[in-house]
């Protein structure tokens, strides 16, 4: 974990650097923050030679400051000079800085010396407590993950105690301090509850904070839109089409398809849609009040629209049957944040990814849209794992912070924190959450017969589109080998691309007749 | 036309026959109040609505908010959309809740500054419409769900999908 971004996201995200420039200048510092790094490595290199010689350094304080402090990269090369210090070579290759710094970082002594400057309101400033509280809480975050690792389990209930103390000398409600709070809540979840659990909810709390997290940030929609795309262009042409969506949750991506079909040149075609989700608890048929809802939405756009549900606990129950494609339909097959729970491997049962992949390519579909989130959380070691993930969701969680609409955001953040628990807490069958980034997803595609789709530049202007549209300036899009990605700061955090099946020479088109046999 | 002349201590009103034909009056001349107002940007049309009730009736009629929306698209590729729009709610609010602050949006972020709205709205492009039609359509769809049954959603209010558009931007 990188402490010089904790907490600097707030500050410096979105921030051009003449207005960082600006900042600094304002607080009497001569200094541009392209510099700062280097300015950084120096200091730290002046630190240590202050502590480990002092000796060496006394006649500093009995002379007049002989230098200008505003001018702050020549004042600490001019310290380090006169301590016969080799002023070092900034070092272009060290990707770990790779954000501007906050120019708050590692000012601590000399905050109390221009005090007087330092009035000017710099949003969330960190005092130099709070900054080596967070880089603590960072490094006994750590130290906890390996030991749950290595099994030392009453080393790791000492570490959160420790945790929990140094969280009250930071501030919780964001930056690094929230982050680190609920993945504090994670590991003792895992360490106090029996089996570590993680969090479940019912089916309906998922959709909810499904809904809200739609809300507060351009994910899910960029997801899909993307995917939308890709299923337009490929339905171009076809007067039958039938769309399988293995997560339909409320449906919130159909009516901007089932409009664009209305308005595609020659008129709308058939469209059946078959929503799979599981199995709804209370009595509520939940999968068809979303079905009669879009189809009330595609009755007044005049599109011919039929729906089926599917009702499944785990996406490897389903099976080809139950979709009755038939012969003339062309397909779409919709994976939205959902393909990586078929990595869960049981040695019983062997690997569900391969058997859905190998049946879905036997429906020949004319897209496969997948969007997955761009991490590695499917290691097999439980500390590069929660290593992964603390990165993954400390971007994550900046990236949030622009959303100022509650319950929103609360509710949001709350769904994310589902998927942290499942990463941390579980193992096994409950860990569902098995993230794997976009070039192992494309092996594993490549493999199982598929080819990739291009993602055109329509695709490409529409997400950048949407981006403008919300309020942060931090979100980017980035077209990677026919793929899209979206991320926070130039770190990827979803990637969406598509995929059409490779024919093999004559297949078995696991197609339906009339008495039910798989032909 | 009616005048008064102010000639030193002596006010006259001079009304004649002649200028009584002349008189003039826009209500009488739905066509040209029509003219006028198919011209007007978004918000000098709805300030127009609010002037009378005959202005408020005409101000209303989606045929001018329609020509609002597509005026500077060409080419007019849009004949289908009528059906789609209306049945979702027809072009006043399509401008209201997408159009409209997605060219603010736009014209900000692009440095116009919101100044001239004449050079914002040549910056509109097809695949403007079409992504400001699906946020439209997912609106719909949700109000669908807020007014329909039971499967509305736990306290929110119609148009929550986009309430992203309503905030201020982060510049």
Known sequence: ?519 | MVQLLDLGNVELTLVSDKEKRLKFCINDHMDILIEILQRLDGRSLGAAACVCRQWRHIARSDWLWEHLCFRHISPRTMAGVRPVVAAMGGYRRLYMLCLRPVLSRLGRTRGLGGGDPEVVRRVWTQHLVELSLSLFCVDYYERLGNGGGSGGWVGDASASSLMFLCKPVNV
Not at chain 1, 221 to 250: R, S, Y
């Open chain 1, 1 to 519: 974990m990188d402490p010089y971004r904790s907490g600097s996201s707030s500050s410096c995200a979105g921030k051009a650097p003449d207005q960082i420039d600006g900042l600094l200048a304002a607080a009497g510092y001569r200094v541009r923050s392209s510099e700062l790094r280097n300015v950084a490595q120096r200091l730290e290199r002046l630190e240590t030679v202050m502590v480990n010689a002092p000796s060496e350094i006394s006649h500093l304080a009995d002379e007049v400051v002989l230098h200008n402090p505003s001018d702050l990269a020549s004042w600490v090369d001019s310290l380090l000079s006169e301590l016969n210090q080799p002023v070092p070579v900034p070092d272009l290759s060290d990707l770990t800085y790779a954000q501007p710094l906050d120019p708050t970082v590692n000012t601590g002594a000399w905050m109390e010396h221009h005090a007087a400057e330092q009035h000017r309101e710099i949003p969330q400033v960190l005092t130099a407590v709070e900054e080596d509280s967070c880089i603590q809480l960072v490094h006994v975050l750590m130290t906890c993950a390996g030991s749950v690792q290595r099994g030392e389990f009453s080393l790791a209930r000492a570490l959160i105690d420790e945790m929990q103390g140094l969280l009250t000398r930071v501030n919780n409600r964001c930056g690094i301090g929230k982050v680190a709070g609920y993945f504090i809540d994670a590991l003792s979840r895992r360490l106090f509850s029996p089996q570590g659990s993680g969090l479940i909810g019912s089916a309906y709390e998922n959709e909810i904070l499904y809904h809200h997290f739609y809300e507060a940030s351009p994910y899910l929609k960029f997801a899909h839109f993307t995917a939308n795309q890709a299923i337009l262009e490929a339905f171009d042409g076809h007067d039958c089409v039938h769309v399988i969506d293995f997560n339909l949750m409320q449906g919130l991506q159909w009516p901007a398809l089932i409009q664009a079909l209305a308005l595609r040149p020659g008129g709308p075609p058939l469209l059946r849609l078959t929503g799979i989700g599981p199995p709804s608890s209370d009595g509520r048929d939940s999968l068809r009040e979303i079905g009669l809802r879009l189809a009330e939405l595609a009755h007044s756009v005049n599109v011919q629209f039929a729906f089926r549900g599917v009702a499944a606990s785990r996406l490897e129950d389903v099976k080809p049957w139950m979709l009755q494609v038939g012969p003339k339909e062309a397909v779409a097959i919709n994976f939205i944040m959902q393909l990586h729970r078929l990595l869960v491997s049981d040695p019983t049962r062997g690997s569900p990814i391969e058997a859905v992949l190998g049946w879905i390519r036997n429906l020949n579909p004319k897209v496969m849209t997948v969007v997955e989130q761009e991490a590695n959380h499917n290691q097999p070691e439980f500390l590069d794992r929660f290593t992964e993930a603390l990165h993954y969701y400390s971007t994550t969680f900046d990236s949030l912070e622009t959303c100022s609409t509650q319950p929103d955001k609360a509710l949001a953040e709350i769904y994310i924190q589902r998927e942290i628990c499942n990463i941390v807490c579980c193992e096994g069958l409950a860990r569902v959450e098995r993230h794997e980034p976009l070039a192992k997803w494309q092996s594993r595609l490549r493999g199982a017969g598929f080819k990739p789709l291009h993602l055109g530049s329509n695709a490409f202007k529409q997400a950048s589109m949407l981006l403008t549209l919300f309020s942060a300036e931090g979100y980017c899009v980035e077209e990677d080998g026919g793929c899209l990605t979206l991320g926070w700061h130039s770190r990827p955090l979803i990637a969406a691309s598509a995929w059409q099946a490779i024919p093999e020479p004559n297949p078995p088109l696991g197609l339906v007749d009339p008495y039910n046999n798989v032909v």
